[in-house]
């Protein structure tokens, strides 16, 4: 199973290309599409979108895994926030690919155990779970990490649910579209 995990932003939108089989998860692809504060707006909005565009139709994931938008006091960053994950879910339906979305207490609790984890506890689980020994940086790639590892953990537990081994898009596609017949 492949996931693309996302960590939208303006400045900075993290990504991760993870792949389970079995128990055992591997980080096949990850960093982080930086944009200039110099760029206009509609600049790095299309950057971001051609990247991740990029990024799925590389690596082909099953579906992608991204953060619920959250608002907190700060509507100034919520915004710009909100404009990078359009783009990205924008992305993602141009591919018919689907949506996994989690809460960031939900990715914390998948990935550390505890919804209430500290960013270092994330990104030393990301690392651990992931085998990677290197440092993380910046934090949004190792968010995207803890977004896919999330999304597999998920999406185990609705293919264990499901009969028949159907592939996660599939029982995706049927959770998004009760109707359809595939």
Same mark, same amino acid.
């Given at each position: ?7 939208p932003?303006?400045a900075?939108c993290?990504y991760? *290309? *993870? #792949?389970?089989k079995?128990?055992?998860?591997k980080?096949?692809f990850?960093?982080?599409i930086?944009?200039d504060?110099?760029?206009?707006p #509609?600049e790095r909005?299309?950057?971001? =979108? $051609?990247? *991740?565009?990029?990024?799925?139709? =590389?690596f $082909?994931p ?6 619920k ?5 700060n509507?100034n960053?919520a915004? &710009? *926030?909100?404009?990078?994950r359009?783009v990205v879910l924008l992305?993602?339906?141009e591919h018919?690919l689907?949506?996994l979305?989690f809460?960031p207490?939900?990715?914390? @609790?998948?990935v550390?155990?505890t919804?209430?984890?500290? @960013?270092n ?11 990677i020994?290197? #440092?993380? @940086? &910046? ?6 990490l ?6 597999l953990? $998920?999406a185990?537990v ?5 009969k028949?081994?159907a592939?996660?898009?599939e029982i995706?596609?049927?959770?998004r579209? &009760?109707?359809s017949?595939r």
């Open positions: 199973m492949l996931a693309l995990g996302i960590d932003g303006t900075i993290g991760g *290309v *993870v #792949e389970m079995g128990s055992v998860m980080p096949l990850y960093g982080s930086l944009t504060k110099d760029w206009r #509609e909005l299309l950057k971001i =979108h $051609q990247d *991740v565009s990029d990024i799925i139709g =590389h $082909q099953e579906f992608m895994s991204i953060e938008l959250y608002f907190n006091r509507v960053t915004i &710009p *926030v909100a404009q990078a359009g992305a993602a339906a018919n689907p949506i979305e809460t207490m939900q990715i914390k @609790k998948s550390t155990g919804g209430g984890a500290e @960013k506890q994330i990104i030393f689980m990301v690392r651990r779970l992931l085998g020994r290197e #440092e993380i @940086k &910046p934090d949004d790639t190792a968010d995207a803890a977004a896919a590892i999330c999304g953990n $998920q185990r609705l293919q264990l649910q499901a028949g081994g592939r996660i898009g995706l596609e049927k959770q579209n &009760p109707l017949k």
